[in-house]
């Protein structure tokens, strides 16, 4: 089981490494607003995600067993301490564990980043449609806020 484990820990390694890759491919298509680069980047990592999600079952799963395999380990206990269990493996085990959270981290730094460009990028996009349609947005003060938007009329509808 341990070896299972082990298995599991590092596919979700490799997995979150090329999520991280495509972050950065993904930060360079925002800032160049490269839309087709952007969207065959999405659908790749919709594909590892469900992937990931796979995975993530799988050791969940296999977790369970091993608290019922070994009595010594609690639905409490940190990973990093059931490890110790692991025998021979436990050193490898820890590596790997170490190095998905690092991972883990730098992707979730990196999709924090390219989520304020995209909201950015989007805002840049209302603002210019706005001004082509002639809208304007102003304030609404009162219980309920908000925004109220109003639209000049520049074509002739008569014609």
């Given at each position: 089981m341990?070896?299972?484990?082990l298995?599991?820990?590092?596919k979700?390694?490799?997995?979150?490494?090329?999520?991280?890759?495509?972050?950065?491919?993904k930060?360079?298509?925002?800032?160049?607003?490269?839309?087709?680069t952007?969207?065959?980047?999405?659908?790749?990592?919709?594909?590892?995600?469900?992937s990931?999600?796979?995975?993530?079952?799988?050791?969940?799963?296999?977790?369970?067993?091993?608290?019922?395999?070994?009595?010594?380990?609690?639905?409490e206990m940190?990973?990093?301490?059931a490890?110790?269990l692991?025998?021979?493996l436990?050193?490898?085990?820890?590596?790997?564990?170490e190095?998905?959270s690092?991972?883990?981290?730098?992707?979730?730094?990196?999709?924090e980043?390219?989520?304020?460009?995209?909201?950015?990028a989007?805002?840049?996009?209302?603002?210019?449609?706005g001004?082509?349609?002639?809208?304007?947005?102003?304030?609404v003060?009162?219980?309920?806020?908000?925004?109220h938007?109003?639209h000049?009329?520049?074509?002739?509808?008569?014609?």
């Amino acid at each position: 089981m341990w070896q299972e484990l082990l298995d599991i820990l590092r596919k979700l390694g490799n997995d979150y490494s090329v999520v991280e890759a495509l972050g950065k491919q993904k930060h360079a298509a925002l800032v160049g607003v490269d839309m087709k680069t952007l969207d065959r980047l999405v659908k790749r990592e919709a594909d590892l995600a469900e992937s990931i999600k796979k995975s993530e079952s799988a050791r969940q799963e296999l977790c369970v067993k091993l608290i019922k395999a070994y009595p010594g380990i609690t639905p409490e206990m940190k990973m990093q301490e059931a490890y110790q269990l692991a025998g021979p493996l436990a050193r490898e085990l820890k590596s790997a564990h170490e190095t998905l959270s690092q991972v883990v981290d730098r992707v979730k730094a990196q999709a924090e980043i390219n989520n304020i460009l995209a909201i950015g990028a989007l805002d840049a996009v209302n603002q210019r449609l706005g001004r082509l349609a002639g809208a304007t947005v102003d304030p609404v003060y009162g219980r309920g806020g908000g925004e109220h938007v109003s639209h000049s009329r520049r074509f002739e509808y008569d014609a």
